[in-house]
């Protein structure tokens, strides 16, 4: 058999979807755009051959890298990522290369859009919350109108909660529709109230799920990357639970087929209308590879089996070999950078060394949704694991001062004021009379000066007023003169050419 993967050294441990296959004779053939010398010595040993490309982005690069793989090892039987970023890649190559198992590019619509998974689960007849795409600001406040406040907007076509928004008023909504990102296509949703709650596993060719679980997200994805907040959440139980009955209709409603799935859903905390009662579970997604955050390792700890080897049993074999049996409850804790904690991360290595079975510093490009640094653990009990839990995530606290100090501060202020109090009147006080005394003398010592130069201005205007009136008498009788000398002059008096208008 020969499977080529797509990306094998990221994520860092996905190396051991390719082990797993090639422990069982499997040629497994990575394409990644990470150099040959830099991929950890992990990934190199999991792989039969590496075929390194610039850009997983460039087709035409990947293509060839398939092409060779196709030339040296015969037909491919397999093209698999477990990535969802690179979903629609593996179609478009299984269409090229002509390999039947997996989704094809036709089937990436209901894989990828929200809006088309809503329309599947109407299909089996699961009730979803009401949504439009956002194209205009007049049909989205028409849409708030119907439905109120908040609202939940995010990309149709997203991956985790990247551009995802919880907005509350026209006020936000308009500022968002505004500053949005043209090129990502929205859609606006009812705000449906309650917690994600998953449902995971690996299924057969005829869509029988051979392994699944669950995992209960204490805190809102949307909230921890818009906030920058931590992440935590904890495995759950499915077996004879609510989880598995709709997690097995949403199954069957899709192409699962040979898959490993990952779907999401929201269990309310109160009643919603048109949706359900308290407790109920409403669609939210659905992703057609297996999830990310070390969850399959999670699955592993909770069963003590092997996630990866029920993947690889089931892409050759079509079986799961693991008697399933539930063992332990599984937590997952990430922490942020510049967040001072009770305890340190090595302080929480130390104490709960015996519970802790993966800690690790992530990177960048998920640190968004994963958390900075991440501790994976595991107890028999839900109550111890919320105990490691809480430690974990515990802020330090400044610490308050007593009522005691308060009092004593208080008055030793109190006493402090008493004392610079009359000090401080003179201090002030001599100044400001000083001040007052020089503007008086300044204001006398200018107000004889100023009432002489205004009083000989008064004179110098009068005069010049007086002189303009003697020469306006005398102009009027030269004018006078003139008109008694000229008879046209005393006709155009008499008999003007243009009358008056009357007022």
Not at 87 to 92: G, I, K, P, S, Y
Not at 257 to 283: N, Y
Not at 294 to 306: C, G, K, L, S, W
Not at 401 to 427: G, H, L
Request: hydrophobic share 35%; aromatic share 12%; net charge neutral.
């Amino acid at each position: 058999m020969n499977v080529v993967f797509i990306s094998p050294h990221f994520p860092e441990y996905y190396h051991n979807f390719c082990s797993r296959l090639k422990d069982r004779g499997v040629n497994v053939l990575g394409v990644g755009d990470c150099p040959y010398d830099i991929i950890s010595d992990d990934t190199k040993n999991s792989l039969t051959e590496y075929y390194y490309v610039g850009s997983l982005e460039n087709y035409d690069e990947v293509y060839r890298a398939c092409a060779y793989f196709s030339s040296h090892y015969g037909k491919i039987d397999w093209i698999e990522s477990e990535n969802e970023y690179w979903l629609e890649l593996e179609a478009t190559l299984r269409r090229d290369f002509n390999v039947t198992t997996g989704p094809q590019i036709q089937d990436m619509r209901w894989m990828k859009f929200k809006s088309a998974m809503k329309e599947v689960y109407k299909s089996a007849d699961l009730k979803v919350a009401d949504y439009i795409k956002l194209d205009t600001l007049d049909e989205a406040l028409e849409f708030t109108k119907k439905n109120g406040y908040p609202v939940i907007v995010k990309p149709d076509n997203g991956v985790g909660a990247t551009h995802t928004y919880k907005l509350k008023d026209d006020e936000e909504l308009k500022d968002f529709y505004n500053h949005k990102q043209d090129y990502i296509d929205y859609i606006l949703e009812d705000f449906v109230p309650g917690d994600v709650v998953t449902f995971e596993g690996v299924t057969d060719k005829d869509k029988n799920i051979l392994f699944s679980t669950s995992h209960y997200m204490d805190t809102s994805i949307m909230d921890t990357v818009n906030d920058a907040s931590d992440i935590y959440f904890h495995s759950e139980p499915v077996e004879g639970k609510p989880i598995y009955e709709i997690g097995e209709k949403v199954v069957k409603a899709f192409d699962t087929r040979s898959r490993f799935f990952h779907f999401e859903f929201i269990k309310l905390s109160e009643d919603k209308p048109g949706l359900g009662r308290k407790g109920d579970l409403v669609p939210l997604e659905v992703n057609m590879r297996a999830p990310g955050a070390f969850i399959p390792d999670m699955m592993n700890y909770a069963y003590d089996v092997d996630t990866y080897t029920i993947w690889a049993d089931m892409m050759i074999y079509n079986t799961c070999f693991y008697e399933i049996e539930r063992k332990y409850y599984v937590g997952y804790v990430g922490r942020r950078l510049g967040i001072d904690y009770e305890l340190s991360d090595a302080e929480v290595a130390d104490k709960y060394r015996e519970y802790i079975k993966i800690e690790a510093d992530i990177p960048q490009v998920l640190a968004q949704a994963e958390g900075n640094h991440i501790f994976v653990f595991r107890a028999k009990t839900k109550a111890k694991l919320n105990e490691i839990t809480k430690a974990i995530i515990a802020h330090k606290k400044k610490k308050a001062a007593s009522k005691k100090a308060v009092k004593k501060t208080v008055k030793a202020v109190a006493k402090k004021v008493e004392e610079v109090k009359e000090p401080v009147k003179e201090v002030v006080k001599e100044p400001v009379k000083k001040t007052v005394k020089a503007v008086t003398k300044k204001v006398e010592e200018t107000k004889e000066p100023v009432k002489a130069v205004v009083e000989t201005k008064k004179a110098e205007v009068k005069a010049a007023v007086e002189d303009t009136v003697k020469v306006v008498e005398e102009k009027k009788e030269e004018l006078k003169e003139v008109v008694k000398k000229s008879p046209r002059a005393r006709k155009a008096v008499k008999k003007p050419r243009h009358k008056s208008k009357k007022r």
